[in-house]
């Protein structure tokens, strides 16, 4: 009797487990944030205890879980209307190579050591750190890699205003101020707040407009 009450929780938590993920959208598992890998291990958990303790009443797991669940969909909402909560929630994103030069003051920051890069390099098919433009070191832990490219004249697209926010350092890198951005703002009919991403790419600012997220 004990075997089909545990094999019932199991095929019940399946389920359960396989609609939650769906509910809290779809992501790789490489790109988890920190947020959804607590999450996921507190769920994994409190399954395998209650498939475990085959006496104990199934909704003493259930409760938490879904619990669990409402806080992490309400955390994603507010993330996506608010960067100062994504920041906290998510963390920055971290310049690790910089027009070929290894940031090793963000790597200790990040603890971050060389041998990380390594690996990560070679993961990406890069054999010499000499290879790489920029390295990027994403929320995820994941590392985004370009390459050197030989066409001297080739400009990465750079991130000047994120979902509303200015990004001063990328603003100090291209040479320009806020009022220079203000006043092309200003030209092109767009107001701070109304823009959900802009990038500077060959001395030219490229915008795209904020959906209002209901």
Do not use: C
């Not at 095929?11 to 790109?31: N, P, Q, S």
């Not at 998510?90 to 790597?107: A, C, H, L, Q, T």
Request: aromatic fraction near 10%.
């Amino acid at each position: 009797m004990n075997y089909f009450i545990v094999l019932g929780k199991t095929l019940f938590f399946y389920f359960l487990i396989t609609i939650i993920y769906r509910i809290m959208g779809k992501r790789e598992v490489g790109e988890l944030s920190i947020m959804d890998l607590i999450v996921s291990i507190f769920i994994a958990e409190l399954a395998a205890i209650s498939i475990d303790n085959y006496k104990e009443n199934i909704f003493i797991s259930v409760i938490p879980i879904m619990v669990l669940v409402i806080i992490q969909i309400v955390l994603s909402k507010l993330s996506l209307k608010s960067t100062k909560i994504r920041s906290v929630l998510d963390g920055n994103p971290s310049m690790i190579i910089e027009r070929g030069k290894v940031n090793f003051k963000e790597m200790l920051k990040q603890r971050y050591n060389l041998d990380d890069l390594l690996v990560q390099l070679r993961s990406s098919g890069i054999k010499s750190i000499e290879e790489v433009d920029y390295a990027i070191l994403e929320t995820s832990g994941k590392l985004s890699v370009f390459k050197r490219d030989d066409d001297k004249n080739r400009v990465y697209p750079l991130p000047v205003i994120i979902d509303g926010k200015i990004q001063k350092d990328v603003l100090y890198q291209i040479g320009k101020d806020s009022i220079w951005l203000e006043k092309t703002l200003n030209h092109e009919n767009y107001q701070l707040e109304d823009v959900f991403y802009g990038f500077y790419q060959k001395n030219k600012l490229f915008l795209i407009r904020k959906e209002v997220v209901k």
